[in-house]
């Protein structure tokens, strides 16, 4: 049972744009969730992460949306650069009791930004 | 860099061989947590270790097993390997559980 659902797989903007990749949960017992970001060959880093009490959070250029009635957020990126090419991972994890702690991830989003 | 190391890179093994996978944890971080990455998808849980004891663990049957040591460095190690298990073994250190974690680059494992 897949518990974060993510879309698109596979996204192109042009350099500038601001690409969107949304995520939507089923557990309502989620309470902490970040984004990766993943280039080829290495391992995933933490972008930017937000918990359930606020609708939405910006560090730099990036922005996750967050709406908690309907199970879903997003992450937006602003003025998007062609070194913002690669594999980005919605996760949400639960901080307490059976399986606390544990990220379930998405299945990834690839981005490529053309110059 | 995350200060994550894990060895070796690569690897390739034959079906029903046993593996061991290392991981040295960041400076400070008491907690590790090991991640299954299949070819497009993204990790999933394998367990965490907090303290030399195993604190979580998810849908992976018990062929599947870790160490941690008192320095904090851990190992997976895989017994039975099937073809299904050929994947990137992602370690991740965070100084406690629920805290950030910090990915590795992963081990590529290889079963034929």
């Known amino acids: 049972q897949q518990q974060v659902k993510q879309s698109p797989q596979s996204l192109i903007v042009q350099k500038g744009g601001i690409p969107i990749i949304n995520c939507a949960y089923e557990?309502?017992?989620?309470?902490?969730f970040p984004w990766y970001q993943q280039f080829p060959g290495k391992g995933p880093a933490l972008l930017i992460a937000i918990r359930p009490d606020v609708s939405e959070k910006k560090e730099g250029r990036f922005t996750i949306s967050f709406n908690k009635s309907a199970k879903q957020f997003s992450l937006h990126i602003m003025d998007s650069q062609p070194g913002d090419s690669a594999t980005y991972f919605c996760a949400a994890s639960i901080g307490s009791g059976a399986g606390s702690y544990q990220l379930t991830f998405g299945k990834g989003t690839k981005l490529s930004v053309i110059p | 860099e995350t200060g994550v190391t894990q060895s070796p890179t690569h690897l390739i093994k034959t079906r029903g061989q046993q593996v061991t996978l290392r991981c040295s944890s960041q400076?400070?971080?008491?907690?590790v947590s090991w991640y299954q990455q299949a070819l497009g998808q993204g990790p999933q849980f394998i367990f965490q270790?907090?303290?030399?004891?195993?604190?979580g663990r998810g849908n992976f049957p018990p062929r599947f097993s870790g160490l941690q040591f008192p320095n904090y460095s851990s190992e997976l190690n895989v017994n039975a390997l099937e073809l299904d298990d050929s994947a990137l073994y992602l370690c991740?250190?965070?100084?406690?559980?629920?805290?950030?974690?910090?990915f590795g680059a992963g081990t590529r494992l290889s079963v034929l």
């Open positions: 400076s400070g971080h008491n907690t």
């Open positions: 991740a250190s965070s100084p406690r559980p629920g805290a950030i974690q910090y």
């Open positions: 557990n309502t017992a989620f309470d902490y």
């Open positions: 270790y907090y303290r030399e004891e195993e604190n």
